[in-house]
């Protein structure tokens, strides 16, 4: 391949080998289903997910048209572990601990991933049991009331987390009424409210042969995987043979945000002030990502980072401190967190604006873009060893991106960001409305101050 | 070989088959430093550690002969990233993120281990800069006094997670005064009073030739590591030509515990409880490590186990709950943890005693062990896929155990396991005094009650 590969959704076989020999096949089934495997050599594991394109910003408000109510993806994801026509919730959780796997799911805000990992051999069962739940879940009413209260549980233990916390509050100060901004699992009132009819339409409507996308990394071989992926899927009563094409993919233009909220607290009596500074960043397939990533790895990732230095190393200010940068199909943030004593929040605060501005108006080093390079693609070519970061890979590049890019691709277009680049994106960030969230016990004062100190400097840069 | 093989601390020189092909060798140099690499076919990533038995445990109060103070030993792990005779903290953060390194350390309770996951190709770097760390760290008093705010925030934040309070109050009831009872990073008032002299004197009395282990993982090759090590060593200032004898290994009897304390309570204004629920457990050489691990799987590991079946299954009482059992050289412990309301505290207490009780009344199936035995083999091998995860293998095997065990004869040992085996350590386990620690906004008298009945239930088991 030369780097990187379109994956249009009509295209019903693919096939490339990718850097470090990595086979990638993808298929179409005439159903719509897609399945895309990345062959390691010499692995002796495999991880497989099978996604759905749909997350908690598709929930809208109970009516007719929209019955599904904030957390009910989330809710429905848990439901898939409680029960098919031919499995109890014990028997799904039996098949994967017989063999010590793992196996889990994930609720984003884009999109919903079951997966698992286990030894090669025991990929046709993972496969059998994964499409048994994502075809035959029965969302039986007592296990709907009991899992209520797991996940009632479940919220309550992030409410517990102030970081939690405080990354929950930071979506919506930044994005405010856009959907990206609610949180994933939605709230108390809302989980009380859920109904097993409401959760029910939302699977029969979202979890269709045209919505699954199966990635598989490892030791995998394709041809073997369609077969027993598709003899799953008939065994469980789906009918692969109805045309149909795949879901289109979601494509929507940069959302125009309403500006951000300036200041958010939330009093918690605790040691610590949770503190996260940001500014609304860039979507997905931004052609400035590999700059986002360059500038985060500089700006905020790892212990030679500058908010790190700033903030850490020279004033002993936090502990946890760093950036980061997550980007959805039509809108994106860029933050930066940091733990600290309340009475220091107002100049952390400052350190982390002043620290953005500086790049802003004075760029960075050839030396720290190198190393920015450098570290990239080392930590890349590690997590790539692991066939989880593979699956996902894959899930991403079908689902977001429509575009497989390998590493060397990647690498490639990392090295092509200038200095002028990186400071010319700092710059558009720091002229974008700042929002700061504290959460802890916090000198209200002092944060008023930092903000109005914040939105002055924004005037200045 | 043939599954297990024993490391004489007077032997020179070992090396042997393991597992998957994996070749173990290992070398003592004549100053007593110790060298183990594992090298993997087909790896490309290598994990290396730097360890010394000193821990937590080995603190002392403060006097003329034992100067560390509570917390000293992970003040000093801070201070061996600041900076050292020839490069300054930021040289050493640089090293690791140009090549896209992780690299990190873990003080323990019996252990302190500095190590680096990195690309083969930089496996030397990483050897220089961590046996520059180890032998050549100038702890700075400019940079002690920088680093006591950093580990205070760090304390603070762990102080702000309940589920981390709890644990360690658990230890604390658990095992009383023991060394192993107390927290592993000091408290604020012991890092506020911690005198850069005291950490140097823990420094150089506890980071010698004879202390220092060196395991490697993946992609290494055994004479070039030692050869490098060498070097690193010596540039450094340290002479390998001086007889010495490795420390002797850690051995003491099992402790004799006091009753712990039935119940500790931490009142928080929080959600949810969290519970612990234990007793004192086998020391790390006990010879029923293996009955212990089968019934930790059975018990409290994974969606299938009775805990996660009784307590979130059929009755969604909580999101989080499992059992653990960590072992040390001379003590250790049984716990059941679960996060869930504060009016269902009683209830799952209770729940949690029940179910270990059956299980010491009733047994086990024998299709609960062999889903045990096949739950730790694939978990196992999953595990050993990362570089990590063998290098602490072979960290333990050489500071703790004496004896190098391959997946093979571990897995040897898990198939010995009888249900009766696994029943007698039950009855063991709840014959002991229960600790029971919470913390959240609590129900005390739901608590007393609980903790009435399964002192009552003691009685009757």
């Given at each position: 391949?030369?780097g990187?590969?379109?994956?249009?959704?009509?295209?019903?076989?693919?096939?490339?080998?990718?850097?470090?020999?990595?086979?990638?096949?993808?298929?179409?089934?005439?159903?719509?289903?897609?399945?895309?495997s990345?062959?390691?050599?010499?692995?002796?594991s495999?991880?497989?997910?099978?996604?759905?394109?749909?997350?908690?910003?598709?929930?809208?408000?109970?009516?007719?048209?929209?019955?599904?109510?904030?957390?009910?993806?989330?809710?429905?994801?848990?439901?898939?572990?409680?029960?098919?026509?031919?499995?109890?919730?014990?028997?799904?959780?039996?098949?994967?601990?017989?063999?010590?796997?793992?196996?889990?799911?994930?609720?984003?805000?884009?999109?919903?991933?079951?997966?698992?990992?286990?030894?090669?051999?025991?990929l046709?069962?993972?496969?059998e049991?994964?499409?048994?739940?994502?075809?035959?879940?029965?969302?039986?009413?007592?296990?709907?009331?009991?899992?209520?209260?797991?996940?009632?549980?479940?919220l309550?233990?992030?409410?517990?987390?102030?970081?939690?916390?405080?990354?929950?509050?930071?979506?919506?100060?930044?994005?405010?009424?856009?959907?990206?901004?609610?949180?994933?699992?939605?709230?108390?009132?809302?989980?009380?409210?859920?109904?097993?009819?409401a959760v029910?339409?939302?699977?029969?409507?979202?979890?269709r042969?045209?919505?699954?996308?199966?990635?598989?990394?490892?030791?995998?071989?394709?041809?073997?995987?369609?077969?027993?992926?598709?003899?799953?899927?008939?065994?469980?009563?789906?009918?692969?043979?109805?045309?149909?094409?795949?879901?289109?993919?979601?494509?929507?233009?940069p959302?125009?945000?309403?500006?951000?909220?300036?200041?958010?607290?939330?009093?918690?009596?605790?040691?610590?002030?949770?503190?996260?500074?940001?500014?609304?960043?860039?979507?997905?397939?931004?052609?400035?990502?590999?700059?986002?990533?360059?500038?985060?790895?500089?700006?905020?990732?790892?212990?030679?980072?500058?908010?790190?230095?700033?903030?850490?190393?020279?004033?002993?200010?936090a502990?946890?401190?760093?950036s980061?940068?997550?980007?959805?199909?039509d809108?994106?943030?860029?933050?930066?967190?940091?733990?600290?004593?309340?009475?220091?929040?107002?100049?952390?605060?400052?350190?982390?604006?002043?620290?953005?501005?500086?790049?802003?108006?004075?760029?960075?080093?050839?030396?720290?873009?190198?190393?920015?390079?450098?570290?990239l693609?080392?930590?890349?070519?590690?997590?790539?060893?692991?066939?989880?970061?593979?699956?996902?890979?894959?899930?991403?590049?079908?689902?977001?991106?429509?575009?497989?890019?390998?590493?060397?691709?990647?690498?490639?277009?990392?090295?092509?960001?200038?200095?002028?680049?990186?400071?010319?994106?700092?710059?558009?960030?720091?002229?974008?409305p700042?929002?700061?969230?504290?959460?802890?016990?916090?000198?209200?004062?002092?944060?008023?101050?930092?903000?109005?100190?914040?939105?002055?400097?924004?005037?200045v840069?």
């Amino acid at each position: 391949m030369n780097g990187a590969v379109d994956l249009p959704l009509g295209q019903a076989e693919l096939s490339f080998t990718a850097a470090g020999d990595a086979r990638v096949r993808r298929s179409v089934l005439p159903s719509g289903v897609r399945v895309l495997s990345e062959h390691v050599p010499g692995s002796r594991s495999v991880t497989v997910g099978f996604w759905v394109a749909v997350g908690s910003r598709d929930e809208q408000h109970a009516d007719a048209a929209h019955p599904a109510t904030y957390g009910s993806t989330h809710f429905l994801e848990h439901l898939l572990f409680k029960g098919t026509t031919s499995r109890t919730a014990l028997d799904i959780a039996i098949s994967f601990d017989a063999v010590g796997g793992e196996h889990n799911a994930l609720t984003a805000k884009e999109y919903t991933c079951y997966y698992a990992k286990v030894q090669d051999r025991d990929l046709p069962m993972a496969v059998e049991v994964l499409a048994d739940m994502f075809t035959s879940s029965l969302l039986d009413p007592v296990e709907f009331d009991n899992e209520r209260g797991v996940i009632l549980e479940e919220l309550s233990m992030a409410g517990d987390d102030p970081a939690d916390v405080a990354n929950e509050k930071f979506f919506e100060a930044v994005l405010g009424e856009h959907p990206l901004g609610r949180p994933i699992g939605g709230d108390p009132v809302t989980i009380r409210a859920a109904t097993r009819n409401a959760v029910w339409e939302h699977y029969r409507a979202n979890y269709r042969p045209q919505d699954l996308v199966v990635t598989v990394a490892g030791a995998v071989d394709h041809d073997a995987l369609v077969a027993d992926l598709t003899a799953a899927l008939t065994r469980h009563g789906w009918d692969l043979g109805v045309e149909a094409a795949p879901l289109d993919r979601r494509s929507e233009s940069p959302a125009m945000l309403a500006s951000g909220t300036p200041l958010t607290v939330v009093e918690r009596p605790i040691e610590q002030v949770n503190l996260l500074l940001g500014v609304p960043g860039i979507v997905a397939t931004d052609e400035r990502r590999s700059t986002m990533s360059v500038l985060n790895a500089i700006f905020g990732s790892g212990m030679s980072s500058r908010l790190f230095q700033q903030v850490r190393e020279r004033r002993g200010l936090a502990y946890a401190v760093y950036s980061f940068a997550p980007a959805y199909s039509d809108a994106g943030l860029f933050g930066m967190y940091a733990g600290c004593a309340p009475s220091k929040a107002g100049t952390v605060a400052g350190l982390m604006r002043t620290e953005l501005e500086r790049v802003a108006e004075h760029g960075v080093t050839d030396d720290e873009l190198r190393r920015a390079s450098g570290q990239l693609a080392g930590a890349s070519a590690l997590a790539l060893e692991d066939s989880d970061t593979r699956m996902s890979r894959l899930g991403r590049a079908e689902l977001t991106l429509g575009e497989f890019a390998d590493l060397d691709e990647a690498l490639r277009r990392i090295s092509l960001v200038t200095v002028d680049d990186v400071q010319a994106l700092a710059a558009d960030l720091v002229s974008r409305p700042f929002s700061l969230v504290a959460v802890g016990a916090t000198d209200e004062a002092a944060l008023h101050g930092a903000v109005d100190e914040i939105a002055a400097g924004t005037d200045v840069a």
